[in-house]
T-cell receptor, first 114, second 114 residues
Framework: DTEVTQTPKHLVMGMTNKKSLKCEQHMGHRAMYWYKQKAKKPPELMFVYSYEKLSINESVPSRFSPECPNSSLLNLHLHALQPEDSALYLC?????????????FGPGTRLTVT | AQSVSQHNHHVILSEAASLELGCNYSYGGTVNLFWYVQYPGQHLQLLLKYFSGDPLVKGIKGFEAEFIKSKFSFNLRKPSVQWSDTAEYFCAVNAANSGYALNFGKGTSLLVTP
């Protein structure tokens, strides 16, 4: 199983809403990532978890709050987002947090903030 | 500063034409190099990767890439494209033995016409 799954596929939320994105992998990977991809742009790294601990926060606003409840799950909690946060949010995982290991990407959640 | 450049933002080819997409990087030290593809409405998939060894690497779906260290390049090639190759192609780089975050190029949108 080389699959990273993400739910929901699409999400529309108002600026006062609280929602969460979910990512799951069962490959035994111990590094998980959140990326943000705007239309026709490359993915941009947001957060990195290694062994369920936050390793990297790429200066992401606090309205985005990641959580890694166990080695298979990665959540991204959203609160008080802005319309410019509308994008495709990608989750990825790799065996460990090392540049030599391939990152496997999920299909993404397409988020629209109204 | 570390950067990845893809020369062609939009490429249109007829079926059976040959493809070459350029990728240059600016990094100090040893790098790992990747090409990812994103088919319309689908998630990012790894086409091929280079870590070390033979600079000519073969990937899935008939793609190959050549690492030319002296030119800081990792160009993607396919001898004969098919309509199903229509997609967005991203070159990505990370620093070997350190770093983990994939630094993506801006992408090349390929349209293959019948």
């Amino acid at each position: 199983d080389t699959e990273v799954t993400q739910t929901p596929k699409h999400l529309v939320m108002g600026m006062t809403n609280k929602k969460s994105l979910k990512c799951e992998q069962h490959m035994g990977h111990r590094a998980m990532y959140w990326y943000k991809q705007k239309a026709k742009k490359p993915p941009e790294l947001m957060f990195v978890y290694s062994y369920e601990k936050l390793s990297i926060n790429e200066s992401v606003p606090s309205r985005f709050s990641p959580e890694c409840p166990n080695s298979s799950l990665l959540n991204l909690h959203l609160h008080a987002l802005q319309p410019e946060d509308s994008a495709l949010y990608l989750c990825a995982s790799s065996q460990v947090l090392d540049s030599s290991y391939e990152q496997y990407f999920g299909p993404g959640t397409r988020l629209t903030v109204t | 500063a570390q950067s990845v450049s893809q020369h062609n933002h939009h490429v249109i080819l007829s079926e059976a034409a040959s493809l070459e997409l350029g990728c240059n990087y600016s990094y100090g030290g040893t790098v790992n190099l990747f090409w990812y593809v994103q088919y319309p409405g689908q998630h990012l998939q790894l086409l091929l990767k280079y870590f070390s060894g033979d600079p000519l690497v073969k990937g899935i779906k008939g793609f190959e890439a050549e690492f030319i260290k002296s030119k800081f390049s990792f160009n993607l090639r396919k001898p004969s494209v098919q309509w199903s190759d229509t997609a967005e192609y991203f070159c990505a780089v990370n620093a070997a033995n350190s770093g983990y975050a994939l630094n993506f190029g801006k992408g090349t949108s390929l349209l293959v016409t019948p």
